[in-house]
């Protein structure tokens, strides 16, 4: 390899570097976001994405979970050092909550303006992006 192109290859890598820091902690900032939403302003939005089958108080459930969303962005920005281990537990996070956008699509619960199934068909595919972006984002 020559001097150039080890070069240009650490640039790339520098730049994808910069590019996955940016994504965690925008993810980290989004997670905080929806999780301070769960506390306060969507609490009743969130409720609809809890599914029936679940033992616990809906509002529980959003109250915990939005606890957890805070949490994983905080961690997200604020732990550098951990940030693969915080990529992988909000993949996990993010996996975790899937049955409950399952459960809204199935159940046809509105919430979040998602009122058709076309909508809530599209929140569903929406979620292993998110899980992807976690794990890419975090990826060192």
Do not use: C
Request: glycine letters at 8%; a positive charge; proline letters at 4%.
């Amino acid at each position: 390899m020559t001097r150039t192109s080890t070069l240009s290859t650490r640039r790339r890598r520098a730049r994808t570097d910069r590019a996955r820091r940016v994504a965690a902690h925008a993810l980290g900032a989004g997670l905080a976001f929806a999780g301070i939403g769960h506390l306060t302003f969507a609490r009743e939005e969130f409720q609809a994405q809890v599914p029936p089958w679940v033992p616990m108080d809906a509002d529980d459930v959003v109250l915990l979970s939005g606890a957890a969303e805070i949490a994983l962005g905080a961690g997200l920005i604020a732990l550098p050092k951990e940030r693969r281990r915080m990529g992988v537990l909000t993949a996990a996070f993010f996996t975790a909550v899937f049955p409950g956008n399952i459960s809204q699509y199935t159940n046809k619960r509105d919430g979040f303006g998602l009122d058709t199934d076309r909508k809530r068909a599209v929140r569903l595919a929406g979620q292993p992006l998110l899980v992807a972006w976690a794990l890419w984002s975090t990826r060192t």
